[in-house]
Structures are given as structure tokens and as C-alpha cells.
T-cell receptor, first 113, second 110 residues
Framework: DGGITQSPKYLFRKEGQNVTLSCEQNLNHDAMYWYRQDPGQGLRLIYYSQIVNDFQKGDIAEGYSVSREKKESFPLTVTSAQKNPTAFYLC????????????FGNGTRLTVT | EDQVTQSPEALRLQEGESSSLNCSYTVSGLRGLFWYRQDPGKGPEFLFTLYSAGEEKEKERLKATLTKKESFLHITAPKPEDSATYLCARGDTGRRALTFGSGTRLQVQP
């Protein structure tokens, strides 16, 4: 079955360490997205990519970095510069067709202590 | 700035008690209004897309409607399995990404 795989489901890190969250999709979607979800705040856009080797900052990109070397993969690095990294991170993808819905993975819960 | 506001933040219903969730949005540059369902610890699951005022879509006990400024998610005779957080999101003509509201947490008691 096609879908979006995020790994790991739970991730624990010490403050000051960079950490990379994996996102892989086999839906042949062109566009991929990273959102962050905090309690009571809905989803906020971190980065998105419409095509391979290109990506744009979202609303809260500071302290994060991404790469898009392959169509299927869009890893997110949470750097030590991110002040409040503990959150639920969601990866999504969609067809290039305008207004097509986002399809989400099941998220990675990151805890930094 | 794109804005999506959902109300109420939380809603508790008895099984069979119909109600509606509200989503108000910034009108300028709207390219679709999306509804998602999210279960705890999971990613959002797509429900509906609405494009123009007057449009309605249905799926089982859920019906989504769209006016010029708001969208409603009507839940008819809900069951406990309808308990979830319901998210509303807008697409826009510029940035090819969705802007989400903070959601409505629905609890349906048997």
C-alpha cells in the first residue's frame, strides 16, 4: 500500500544535539511538507518542497533544516538552535495538481531534555 | 496573513446528539477549504475539500458546507467512534501549502 512513513515514532535527545527525522513516501507525489504540532496550537508549517533540490521556508523555519535529494524523501533536521524542539512533527505530501489534499504520515514525537 | 479560526475548542456530545463545528477563514486568495480528522498520536486523515460558497459534501454522518466566510462540519447522530480532533485548513493562491486552524476536540459519549 502507498503511504508516508515517518521514523522513528518516538525520539529522545539531549539539549544541544542535532537530530534528523525521516520521511519517505511511495505515493509518487511531487510536493512534500513538514509541520509541527503543539497542544492547542494546530499545525504550523516548517518547510516545504515542490520539486527535488528545491525547498521553501514556512512560518517557523528558524532552527530547522531540510534537504530534498530524492523525490521520495524529505528529511528534517532539528538543530540545537531550535529553542523549543519538543513537539509532534508531521510530514505530508501531495500531487502537483493544484488544490489536491495533503496526505500525512503518523508523525514523530520528539522530546528534548 | 492567512487566518483560520475554529470553534468551539472542545465539544462533548451524547451519542445521537447532532451538532456543528465552525471554521472561519481569511477570504482573500482562498484556494480550497479542507477538513481533516485526527486521532490521538496519529497524522490527520483527509475528509473533504470545498471550493466555492454553497458547496456541500457528505461522508457517513459528516457533512461539510461552505459560505463566503465560514465552513461548517455538521455531525448527525454521532457515535463514540466519531470522537477525534477535527481540523480545518485553507489553501491559497500563492504559497502551495495549507494553513491550519487549531482544531475542535470532539468527544461523543455513549
Amino acid at each position: 500500500d502507498g503511504g508516508i512513513t515517518q521514523s522513528p515514532k518516538y525520539l529522545f535527545r539531549k539539549e544541544g544535539q542535532n537530530v534528523t527525522l525521516s520521511c519517505e513516501q511511495n505515493l509518487n507525489h511531487d510536493a512534500m511538507y513538514w509541520y509541527r504540532q503543539d497542544p492547542g496550537q494546530g499545525l504550523r508549517l516548517i518547510y516545504y518542497s515542490q520539486i527535488v533540490n528545491d525547498f521553501q521556508k514556512g512560518d517557523i523555519a528558524e532552527g530547522y533544516s531540510v534537504s530534498r535529494e530524492k523525490k521520495e524523501s524529505f528529511p528534517l533536521t532539528v538543530t540545537s538552535a531550535q529553542k523549543n524542539p519538543t513537539a509532534f512533527y508531521l510530514c505530508a505530501s501531495r500531487h502537483a495538481q493544484k488544490n489536491s489534499p495533503l496526505h500525512f504520515g503518523n508523525g514523530t514525537r520528539l522530546t528534548v531534555t | 496573513e492567512d487566518q483560520v479560526t475554529q470553534s468551539p475548542e472542545a465539544l462533548r456530545l451524547q451519542e445521537g446528539e447532532s451538532s456543528s463545528l465552525n471554521c472561519s477563514y481569511t477570504v482573500s486568495g482562498l484556494r480550497g477549504l479542507f477538513w481533516y480528522r485526527q486521532d490521538p498520536g496519529k497524522g490527520p486523515e483527509f475528509l473533504f475539500t470545498l471550493y466555492s460558497a454553497g458547496e456541500e459534501k457528505e461522508k457517513e454522518r459528516l457533512k461539510a458546507t461552505l459560505t463566503k466566510k465560514e465552513s461548517f462540519l455538521h455531525i448527525t447522530a454521532p457515535k463514540p467512534e466519531d470522537s477525534a480532533t477535527y481540523l480545518c485548513a485553507r489553501g491559497d493562491t500563492g504559497r502551495r501549502a495549507l494553513t491550519f486552524g487549531s482544531g475542535t476536540r470532539l468527544q461523543v459519549q455513549p
